[in-house]
């Protein structure tokens, strides 16, 4: 009932993202469509080298997502850099579709502000001197420990 309950509020909050700056093709599509558009920046030195990660940021969902529906990412993402605009992989059937008709979109707030956030999240990491983190603890071994040198049993051999 609580998962019912979390499915319907994220639905109502996408529904009114997608009221408020409209859709875009789903399943990072629409990423990869401006992957073009981003690699023509003309720059040099270090602001080439964050083009390069915004580039495979953008390309980053699509191959998540091929990954888990058992594809090669990267395949999946040169195909869709020579598709049209819309086109896309529906992983569910694995076809190539036109997203929009197949119902497959996003709304272009979210889309927007996760890239948003990705980029001044790595903008302050840029710009911080020091950054802690949580250092995960080894992971215990099961069971009992050894026992150690425990002799044969004299007389057996």
Do not use: H
Not at 15 to 36: D, H, K, M, P, Q
Not at 68 to 85: F, H, M, P, T, Y
Not at 113 to 129: D, G, H, K, W
């Amino acid at each position: 009932l609580k998962e019912r309950k979390l499915r319907i509020e994220d639905a109502l909050n996408a529904t009114r993202a997608a009221v408020e700056e409209g859709i875009v093709s789903g399943g990072g599509t629409a990423l990869v469509n401006v992957y073009n558009a981003v690699a023509a920046v003309d720059v040099t030195g270090d602001e080439k080298t964050g083009v390069n990660i915004v580039l495979r940021a953008l390309e980053e969902p699509v191959r998540t997502i091929a990954a888990n529906a058992g594809q090669e990412g990267s395949v999946i993402v040169d195909r869709l850099k020579k598709e049209a605009i819309g086109i896309g992989y529906n992983a569910a059937t694995g076809e190539w579709v036109n997203m929009f008709e197949a119902g497959i979109v996003d709304p272009a707030k979210v889309t927007r502000s996760a890239l948003q956030n990705a980029a001044s999240v790595a903008a302050m990491f840029l710009t911080t001197e020091a950054v802690i983190a949580d250092k995960p603890e080894p992971e215990k071994g099961g069971g009992m420990p050894d026992m150690g040198g425990m002799g044969g049993m004299g007389g057996m051999m």
